[in-house]
């Protein structure tokens, strides 16, 4: 049988709308910010809504470079594909597009909020907006910030650089976290789709993404200063739970829980042409769990085909068809209705346990380093991790690692399974950093862009800038996604 060609030239992007008083957030056909009195409640659970709707899907291509998905052998390789690391300025162009989109939402929850006297919605915006920032800091490094989210009074805004935007997005979260902690702050438990207007669990998730924000610059010895002194400042604690956005997901068209929708259809069947028969395992991360005795994620993360655990190779021109490769398993697609996970637990203790080890904060790190293990145990639905941690392994038991640098390798470790198909972008992002776990599969494609291979360590500027913003873009020089790197990336 010849086997289908798949070639992917940019990210999909799946945006969701809001409509209107009906508080219906999947109406793709009407766009809240186009009323001049749409309410800030509105407006944030459409915006929470769309950045689920960024999280998960549209970063597969990181799924693939990461060890955890490749493509089925009932697909050919090709020179544009996911597994030759190639990228245009298409390549990213809905990545962009989408959060500076996603940004003005938040902006106009931000300022109508403050002339309503809404502090909340002010709060919630501020720590929302860091959330997406820091996102496109660590796709594009420097990006349009102080003059961004203008509307028609900027239209071409300049690029920040990306550390000032990294230290301005941290001081709007004190900011935020200051309003919550003020008293008399009342949210909406129907508009906020995360929380449902709990001011502990948004200072916990602000708390929590300024500490990503600061670990991330931990190669970064010329702000050592602020990040300790910013890390002082936190308080309020950490998110112990889950942060998951959910509009009321449901088993109608347009209206299920991204990740569910792409691998699965309405009638509960596989999807094709490029969700279920694409994606399937790569065979490094089956070998990873079984050789660490992780049997009980190893069957909640990937369920077996035919051939069992059988798993493809990124860029591998005989991978098992689809039929017999393993596929994406019950603790990844658990329902149609499951929250879109925006910061895991099991991310919040690694962070922890990291910066306990750094010195940074006090505590055990080998108490939330167990319980960020557990927590990926939790949401897997894999049961105990008692008997995983504490056996004789250096990276499963956090005892047996030896020093700073075995410690270190531990926790991504762990941070790696933990985010295998769940958050694949804080695994690229934490392997451009320590280049953890050390032995990332690279790609075999015959295809590759150079040699030697190697992960891409950054997105290109997208064709949407070259077209309307171009003497910015163009200021920021030539562009090599393999050796242009995020300013953290030292």
Not at 368 to 388: I, K, R, T
């Amino acid at each position: 049988m010849m086997k289908k060609q798949f070639t992917i030239f940019s990210t999909a992007i799946l945006v969701i709308g809001l409509g209107g008083c009906s508080k219906n957030y999947f109406d793709i056909n009407n766009n809240p910010n186009a009323a001049t009195n749409a309410s800030p409640q509105l407006v944030l659970s459409n915006a929470l809504t769309v950045t689920a709707a960024n999280q998960e899907i549209p970063f597969n291509f990181l799924n693939a470079w990461l060890g955890y998905l490749g493509q089925s052998g009932s697909y050919a390789t090709g020179a544009g594909d996911i597994a030759s690391y190639k990228q245009t300025t298409n390549f990213g162009d809905g990545l962009w597009q989408s959060r500076y989109h996603n940004l003005s939402d938040y902006n106009y929850v931000e300022q109508s909020g403050k002339a309503q006297n809404l502090p909340f919605y002010v709060a919630t915006a501020k720590i929302m907006k860091a959330f997406v920032f820091q996102q496109l800091v660590d796709m594009f490094n420097n990006v349009p910030y102080t003059q961004a989210l203008q509307g028609t009074n900027i239209i071409t805004p300049k690029y920040d650089d990306a550390q000032t935007v990294y230290n301005a997005i941290t001081l709007q979260l004190d900011s935020a976290v200051a309003l919550l902690q003020g008293g008399n702050v009342v949210g909406s438990s129907t508009a906020d789709v995360m929380f449902h207007g709990n001011n502990a669990s948004w200072v916990q998730f602000a708390n929590t993404l300024k500490l990503r924000i600061l670990l991330r610059q931990s190669q970064v010895t010329s702000n050592a200063s602020f990040i300790t002194t910013e890390i002082g400042k936190i308080s309020g604690g950490f998110l112990a739970k889950d942060a998951g956005v959910n509009p009321g997901y449901a088993n109608n068209s347009g209206q299920q829980n991204p990740q569910w929708g792409f691998f699965v259809t309405l009638t509960g069947l596989p999807t094709s042409g490029g969700g279920a028969d694409f994606w399937k395992a790569q065979q490094y991360s089956i070998n990873w769990l079984t050789n660490h005795n992780d049997t009980n994620r190893l069957a909640q993360i990937y369920a077996p085909g035919s051939g069992g655990y059988d798993g493809s190779v990124l860029g591998g021109v005989t991978n098992p068809p689809g039929s017999q490769a393993a596929t994406p398993g019950p603790g990844i697609l658990k329902s149609v209705s499951q929250p879109t996970i925006l910061i895991s637990a099991a991310e919040s203790y690694f962070l922890q346990a990291e910066a306990q080890v750094r010195g940074w904060l006090s505590g055990s790190p080998q108490t939330s380093y167990n319980n960020g293990v557990q927590a990926s145990f939790n949401y897997l639905g894999a049961g105990s991790s008692a008997n995983y941690v504490a056996q004789s392994d250096p990276q499963t038991n956090f005892a047996d690692a030896v020093g700073t640098n075995g410690q270190l390798a531990c926790i991504m470790r762990q941070e790696w399974i933990a985010n295998n198909q769940i958050d694949p972008f804080e695994t690229w992002c934490n392997y451009r950093r320590l280049h953890l776990p050390a032995d990332l599969p690279l790609s075999i494609s015959p295809f590759l862009d150079q040699s030697p291979a190697s992960i891409p360590v950054r997105l290109l500027y997208p064709t949407s800038e070259y077209n309307t913003n171009s003497a910015n873009v163009s200021s920021q020089g030539t562009i090599d996604y393999h050796a242009t790197k995020v300013f953290w990336n030292q």
